[in-house]
Each structure stands twice: as C-alpha cells, then as structure tokens.
T-cell receptor, first 115, second 115 residues
C-alpha cells in the first residue's frame, strides 16, 4: 500500500484566516515532505521532516509553519497568506530521507485558493 | 549542478498512437537516480519508475517502456498504443547520491490523447 492521504482536497481562505493542511501515511515511512506546485510548473520543495524533526526548510516564508506530531502525520499551518500563495500543496513520504535509492510517494494534494 | 530538461511542453496524439516523452538530464555525480511521475488532472503525482545510473537496462511495463542512455544523458519514456486515460502531465526527475534525497524535476510534458 503506497497511499498518502491529504485533507482537505480544496480550501478557500482569506488573507487574515488561519487554516491547516493535513497529511497522513501508514507505510512506516520516516521522511515526509511538503511541496508547492503552481499551475503549469513542477512541484517545488518546501519542507522535509526526517524522524519527526525538521531537516530541510527551503527558505519558506514564516506564514507557512510545518508540524510533525508523529511519524504518520504532517501538518502545514497557514496564516496571513497572500493571493500568490494559491497553489496545489502536495505531501509526500519516503522510507528514509538519507537513503538515496528511496522513492517518494505523493498524496492527491490540497488545492488552496487565497482571496 | 543538476538539471532536468523536458523540451516537449505539450504533445497531442490520437488514441492508439505510440508516443515518446523525452527527458535529458545533467549531473556531475556518477551515481544518481532518475524517476518518472504521472500527474493526472486530479493532481496526485503517481510514481511510475526509478532507475539507478549504473543500471542501463531498458524497462518495459505493459504499454510503458523506458530507454535509459548514459551516453546521451537521456531517459525517455514511450507509451505504446496510447489510451485516453494516459492523458496527464508527465514529470521526469533526478536525485543524486549521498545527502538528502531532493528531487530535481523537469518542467513536465502535458500529454493529451484524443479519442
């Protein structure tokens, strides 16, 4: 089973709202990733957690705040977003961040619109 | 520096035609990993294949086949007897050995199969 789930599927929020995206996997993977994908572009890496610790932050603005409560769950807290933050947010997981032969498996994404 | 180029932005063919998606990569590493992902309109990136740099054997999986040629730094993907369900954006990606597994994506090729 290579399933990564994400909720919600769609989210519309105002610039003053606070919302959260949720990602879950039950494959026993120890690395979890957040990507942002704008229309007609490839995914861009935002954050990576390895063994529940933040390992990579690709200079993402602080209005995006990741959290990894346990090895199966990954959240992305959103606050004071801008309209240009509207995008598809993808979660992925892999066995181990430091294992080069590993494969990342992606969830269906949350399509975020910021008004 | 790593780079992946998918020169074909969009391809449109009629159902049952064969179609090849090109992928050219650049890396200074001798050990690296190449991937293909499919992204249907629903948004999820679906893993198709991973190939190690030291394994140049071509691979076939049903109607899908991959041609890896180190001499030309290419990892092309062919769909035989295409079907409407193959319509999607296809991404080629590269990761290098050692360090954190970071995927470098190409810009993607939008494939449309017309009935």
């Amino acid at each position: 089973d290579t399933e990564v789930t994400q909720t919600p599927k769609h989210l519309v929020m105002g610039m003053t709202n606070k919302k959260s995206l949720k990602c879950e996997q039950h494959m026993g993977h120890r690395a979890m990733y957040w990507y942002k994908q704008k229309a007609k572009k490839p995914p861009e890496l935002m954050f990576v957690y390895s063994y529940e610790k933040l390992s990579i932050n690709e200079s993402v603005p602080s209005r995006f705040s990741p959290e990894c409560p346990n090895s199966s769950l990954l959240n992305l807290h959103l606050h004071a977003l801008q309209p240009e933050d509207s995008a598809l947010y993808l979660c992925a997981s892999s066995q181990d961040l430091w294992e080069s032969t590993d494969t990342q498996y992606f969830g269906p994404g949350t399509r975020l619109t910021v008004l | 520096a790593q780079k992946v180029t998918q020169a074909q932005t969009e391809i449109s063919v009629v159902e049952k035609e064969d179609v090849t998606l090109d992928c050219v990569y650049e890396t200074r590493d001798t050990t690296y990993y190449l991937f293909w992902y499919k992204q249907p309109p629903s948004g999820e990136l679906v893993f198709l294949i991973r190939r190690n740099s030291f394994d140049e054997q071509n691979e076939i999986s049903g109607r899908y086949s991959w041609n890896f040629q180190k001499s030309t730094s290419s990892f092309n993907f062919t769909i035989t007897a295409s079907q409407v369900v193959d319509s999607a954006v296809y991404f080629c990606a590269l990761s290098e050995d050692g360090g954190a597994q970071k995927l470098v994506f190409g810009q993607g090729t939008r494939l449309t199969i017309n009935p």
